[in-house]
């Protein structure tokens, strides 16, 4: 199956909720263990202080489980991240330009765009680069974030798979009007592309909803 943009997000949200849900446990616990101790071995109760040497069983616990959290959180991070790297044979190339202050698209037959329209269920290979400062291609929808660097060259794998209009952003502040530095990514289906990218005289359709932040699954 596809490795879809739904997917991908997904897999950031999942891992960004695991790691946020596995520190608020370890808070509670830290919390929980040293209010515990304030009560258990305050003055009154233990007037001497003890020392303890050497506890096995606890220091293979406190190396083992956080070693096992922290691979398993690198295990999930890199599983998503490696769906973005992969480029599969079939991706359509577009090329990203950025500059001080706006965003263009390029396609294969030289055709380019203010606003970036997609084919939906076509991989996509994002060829992103700058033509004054660092800029940062972002869609926030997507999860996924490019640094544009002048003179250089770095790809991003799309896998727009649901039609919709998603907000493109730039996320490298790069002067005076940053701010203002954004666009639209649409993705219509193929048919309505081809024939948009080719002869340019179709009108894409507006697609109706704006989905800047989310992307749900189908
Ligand atoms: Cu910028």
Redesign the pocket.
């Known amino acids: 199956m596809l490795p879809d943009v739904q997917n991908h997000a997904r897999a950031v949200d999942d891992i960004m909720r695991f790691i946020v849900g596995t520190d608020i446990v370890l808070f509670l616990i830290v919390i929980g263990i040293m209010l515990l101790f304030v009560f258990k071995y305050n003055k009154k109760r233990h007037p001497r202080a003890v020392n303890i040497h050497g506890n096995t069983t606890l220091e293979v616990v406190w190396t083992v489980v956080p070693v096992a959290l922290v691979l398993f959180m690198f295990y999930v991070g890199w599983e998503g991240y490696i769906q973005t790297r992969v480029v599969p044979k079939d991706a359509m190339p577009v090329k990203v330009i950025?500059r001080?202050?706006n965003w263009s698209f390029q396609y294969e037959n030289g055709k380019q765009s203010d606003t970036l329209y997609l084919p939906q269920g076509q991989p996509i290979k994002c060829l992103i680069t700058?033509l004054d400062?660092?800029?940062?291609f972002y869609i926030p929808a997507f999860r996924e974030k490019q640094d544009?660097l002048p003179d250089r060259v770095r790809y991003m794998m799309l896998y727009p798979e649901k039609l919709g209009t998603y907000e493109i952003t730039?996320?490298?502040?790069?002067?005076l009007n940053?701010a203002l530095?954004a666009t639209r990514m649409v993705v219509v289906p193929k048919d309505l592309f081809t024939k948009w990218v080719n002869t340019g005289v179709v009108s894409v359709p507006k697609v109706e909803s704006v989905d800047t932040t989310q992307a749900k699954g189908s």
């Open positions: 950025g001080q202050w700058s400062v660092i800029h940062g544009a730039c996320s490298m502040y790069c002067g940053h530095m």
